[in-house]
């Protein structure tokens, strides 16, 4: 039965999380991008989170239940260090992987603005706002990294820009150096 519950309950909780209003934000612009792996990246933290707490919660009563207590120190070092793995690695490296995934990015044209609604450490949405020329392209391409905006490194997928345009100019593609064709015709 307790399983179960701790289940539905993370079920109830997950979806309670990820179902947000309606994302027009006039203040943030016009929304040049959604990711399309939120609900997941969501998901799979807050399932991580939830095993986390609950490792803890268990492992007195394990602990006491199985004995090893009283065995001895190599075995009781190798236990704690299985359980701290599962419980503090995993969702540390969870959030250090996914903390740059773009949820949202919306843009102001007029003051060639970005904000990017990315998921903090307590799963809450965080805004930051920058300038396109706060846009810094890694030289060798990263796993987890499209663009720095300042120093956060920052995580979308090109193909789910409704509009390239809206793409090419986040990266600067749009005034590169290289010649234009209006260069060409002279």
Do not use: C, W
Not at 40 to 60: C, D, E, H, Q, R
Not at 163 to 181: A, I, V
């Amino acid at each position: 039965g307790f399983i179960f519950q701790v289940a539905s309950f993370q079920g109830v909780a997950v979806r309670s999380l990820s179902t947000s209003s309606p994302h027009d934000h006039p203040e943030h612009g016009r929304l040049v991008y959604k990711g399309n792996l939120a609900k997941a990246v969501l998901g799979v933290k807050f399932f991580s989170y939830s095993t986390s707490i609950f490792n803890l919660f268990m492992m007195p009563y394990i602990m006491l239940k199985s004995g090893i207590g009283v065995e001895s120190l190599l075995v009781q070092a190798a236990f704690y260090g299985l359980v701290g793995i599962f419980t503090f690695v995993t969702p540390v490296t969870l959030h250090i992987l996914t903390k740059g995934y773009v949820i949202r990015l919306y843009y102001k044209d007029e003051v060639d603005t970005y904000t990017a609604i990315t998921y903090n450490a307590i799963l809450a949405e965080k805004v930051t706002v920058f300038h396109q020329k706060d846009v810094k392209i890694p030289d060798i391409t990263k796993m987890f990294t499209t663009f720095y905006a300042k120093t956060k490194s920052m995580l979308v997928n090109p193909t789910l820009f409704p509009n390239p345009q809206d793409y090419n100019h986040l990266m600067g593609y749009d005034k590169s150096s290289f010649f234009k064709f209006e260069d060409l015709e002279e």
